[in-house]
Nanobody
């Protein structure tokens, strides 16, 4: 069974850091593009960041650029989202998603949730003082 499982969410103070993990089971993440999304209550799912399976190129939304870092470790079948300088508006359920060999230009598609084949169940991140 192909599955993605996120972990690492929790409650953090503004300015703090969290690292989310996305572990694949039933398939290897090699050559899969990985997207990180978030969804706050009453809002649409938002693309946060993505990383290419070809060359580990990355893309970030303007709202997280400079604060979040996406990475991957194919040997561990895991992708990560390092979140620093957290803000209350980062509060949401965070999801990872995977697509096998997406188009080369990440910025043209990777923030669209409809592009992905596999999704995790999500992990809650809350940022509050």
């Amino acid at each position: 069974q192909l599955q993605l499982v996120e972990s690492g969410g929790g409650l953090e103070h503004p300015g703090g850091s969290l690292r989310l993990s996305c572990v694949a089971s039933g398939f290897t993440l090699d050559y899969y593009d990985i997207g990180w999304f978030r969804q706050a209550p009453g809002k649409e799912r938002e693309g946060v960041s993505c990383i290419s399976g070809r060359d580990s190129g990355t893309h970030y939304s303007d709202s997280v650029k400079g604060r979040f870092t996406v990475s991957r470790d194919n040997a561990k079948n895991t992708a990560y989202l390092q979140m620093n300088s957290l803000k209350p508006e980062d509060t949401a359920v965070y999801y990872c998603a995977a697509l096998y060999f997406g188009p080369v230009d990440l910025s043209s598609w990777c923030a669209d949730p409809d592009e992905y084949d596999y999704w995790g169940q999500g992990t809650q991140v809350a940022v509050s003082s």
